[in-house]
């Protein structure tokens, strides 16, 4: 991901601009998980890149009828690099679709956002695709985690978040950086996104060769190591009271501007079910889903 390629390109010549089958290719990844023999190792192996993460992933080209072309090498004109995901053998069938309704679920909440989509197969579930925001075009732009800029290992919960609004504050010097990442705080305790490590969050070069707080990605349901998430909120990992919320809020943008911003994600996480319809959730995920943040929901409306 970002900018950094490496030379020489072994096995690819010829072969990036070829259709893929992604219901195979998301077989073949499950096959490959649970430890099981897969044709198409070499092609997945191509089509994964660097992405990392719990679910599988592969790197594509997508243009505006949905077809896809493999890697993430240059592409044609009219397509854009996307990353779509495959789920994990221990998600549910409709994993994407509880994907793609978070991602709706976060714009609704003021959470800045990549544009995403399902793709949907003759026979697959339905896939997760997210547009790369490392990528304009064909120019590539640096991307760097939290964890990489911190040099700190990204699986060991020791950050707060706290921490993570002076580190936003001290790379880019900008409140509305400080502000989005503010809200991306709430959505993920609000949302029970528990797996919300410091490689979960970026920065990103600009074309002036300026670090921003890159987009959010990877918002979903999780339920965290433990329970907990990985980020705490002022010494917290689970069962945060409001008044820490909205304290570490404070401190960077002001008593007013947290309670507003955090108003605006209650209401658009009690109106999941709204967007888990929208997306074809099945009723037990739902529910399953909706039942792991009512506590969080109801201690912040009173």
């Given at each position: 991901?970002?900018?950094?390629?490496?030379e020489?390109?072994?096995?690819?010549?010829?072969?990036?601009?070829?259709?893929i089958?992604?219901d195979?290719?998301s077989?073949?990844?499950?096959?490959?998980?649970?430890?099981?023999?897969?044709?198409?190792?070499?092609?997945?192996?191509r089509?994964?890149?660097?992405?990392?993460?719990?679910?599988?992933?592969?790197?594509?080209?997508?243009?505006?009828?949905?077809?896809?072309?493999?890697?993430?090498?240059?592409?044609?004109?009219?397509?854009?690099?996307?990353?779509?995901?495959?789920?994990?053998?221990?998600?549910?069938?409709?994993?994407?679709?509880?994907?793609?309704?978070?991602?709706?679920?976060?714009?609704?909440?003021?959470?800045?956002?990549?544009?995403?989509?399902?793709?949907?197969?003759?026979?697959?579930?339905?896939?997760?695709?997210?547009?790369?925001?490392?990528?304009?075009?064909?120019?590539?732009?640096?991307?760097?985690?939290?964890?990489?800029?911190?040099?700190?290992e990204?699986?060991?919960p020791?950050?707060?978040?706290?921490?993570?609004?002076?580190?936003?504050?001290?790379?880019?010097?900008?409140?509305?950086?400080?502000?989005?990442?503010?809200?991306?705080?709430?959505?993920?305790?609000?949302?029970?996104?528990?797996?919300?490590?410091?490689?979960?969050?970026?920065?990103?070069?600009?074309?002036?060769?300026?670090w921003?707080?890159?987009?959010?990605?990877?918002?979903?349901?999780?339920?965290?190591?433990?329970?907990?998430?990985?980020?705490?909120?002022?010494?917290?990992?689970?069962?945060?009271?409001?008044?820490?919320?909205?304290?570490?809020?404070?401190?960077?943008?002001?008593?007013?501007?947290?309670?507003?911003?955090?108003?605006?994600?209650?209401?658009?996480?009690?109106?999941?079910g709204?967007?888990?319809?929208?997306?074809?959730?099945?009723?037990?995920?739902?529910?399953?889903?909706?039942?792991?943040?009512?506590?969080?929901?109801?201690?912040?409306?009173?």
């Amino acid at each position: 991901m970002g900018a950094l390629i490496y030379e020489p390109e072994v096995g690819l010549s010829g072969k990036q601009a070829a259709s893929i089958a992604v219901d195979a290719l998301s077989a073949d990844a499950m096959a490959v998980l649970e430890g099981r023999a897969c044709a198409l190792l070499d092609q997945l192996s191509r089509l994964g890149g660097s992405p990392g993460g719990a679910r599988p992933k592969i790197l594509v080209g997508l243009d505006a009828k949905n077809n896809l072309l493999a890697g993430e090498a240059d592409l044609p004109a009219q397509f854009e690099h996307w990353l779509v995901k495959f789920r994990a053998p221990a998600d549910p069938a409709d994993a994407g679709r509880v994907e793609a309704a978070y991602a709706e679920m976060a714009r609704a909440a003021g959470v800045d956002i990549s544009p995403t989509k399902v793709i949907e197969t003759p026979h697959g579930p339905g896939y997760f695709a997210t547009r790369r925001f490392d990528r304009d075009g064909n120019a590539r732009y640096h991307l760097l985690s939290f964890a990489g800029m911190l040099d700190t290992e990204w699986h060991v919960p020791t950050i707060d978040y706290a921490d993570a609004l002076s580190l936003v504050r001290l790379v880019t010097a900008r409140d509305d950086d400080v502000e989005r990442m503010v809200r991306r705080m709430f959505f993920n305790v609000v949302a029970h996104n528990r797996d919300d490590h410091a490689k979960q969050h970026a920065f990103i070069m600009d074309s002036r060769g300026l670090w921003r707080l890159a987009p959010a990605y990877d918002l979903t349901f999780a339920r965290g190591p433990g329970g907990e998430h990985y980020l705490t909120v002022a010494g917290y990992g689970k069962e945060i009271p409001k008044k820490h919320l909205l304290n570490v809020a404070a401190e960077q943008i002001g008593g007013s501007r947290s309670a507003a911003a955090l108003a605006r994600v209650v209401d658009a996480v009690g109106d999941f079910g709204g967007f888990a319809k929208r997306f074809d959730v099945s009723k037990h995920t739902l529910r399953e889903i909706e039942s792991a943040f009512a506590p969080m929901l109801k201690e912040l409306r009173t």
